[in-house]
């Protein structure tokens, strides 16, 4: 039972900031909320990463980014600068950014 635990545990990927530094940033922390600013260079993909609790996400500027999830299947989210939408808790996938320029939102997650 205890190799099917560690197992289970391992298809999860590590939430974005410990994940892919390199594009999510903390740049505030509380005992309530976590705030992440996320950075995609044009054309980049960041690593599998998960959203393991209720979020936020502020778009900075327009843009377009691809979701990769484990099974192959795709979507793209769009989003408009100075608009906010929830994201659902997810236990892997990737962004990739197929916009004409950087991606640059704010995640607010819920402690």
Not at 33 to 55: E, L, M, N, Q, Y
Request: proline content about 6%; charged content about 20%; glycine content about 4%.
């Amino acid at each position: 039972a205890m190799i099917w635990i560690v197992s289970a545990v391992a298809q999860d990927s590590p939430p974005t900031y410990q994940a892919d530094p390199t594009v999510y940033k903390v740049i505030f922390e509380d005992q309530n909320f976590r705030v992440i600013a996320g950075t995609w260079k044009k054309g980049t993909t960041d690593k599998p990463h998960s959203h393991p609790a209720a979020f936020v996400v502020y778009a900075l500027n327009d843009c377009t980014l691809r979701l990769h999830n484990p099974d192959g299947t795709t979507r793209d989210s769009k989003s408009t600068a100075g608009t906010a939408f929830a994201g659902p808790i997810t236990s892997s996938h990737t962004a990739e950014n197929v916009s004409e320029s950087d991606c640059q939102a704010i995640f607010v997650e819920r402690k």
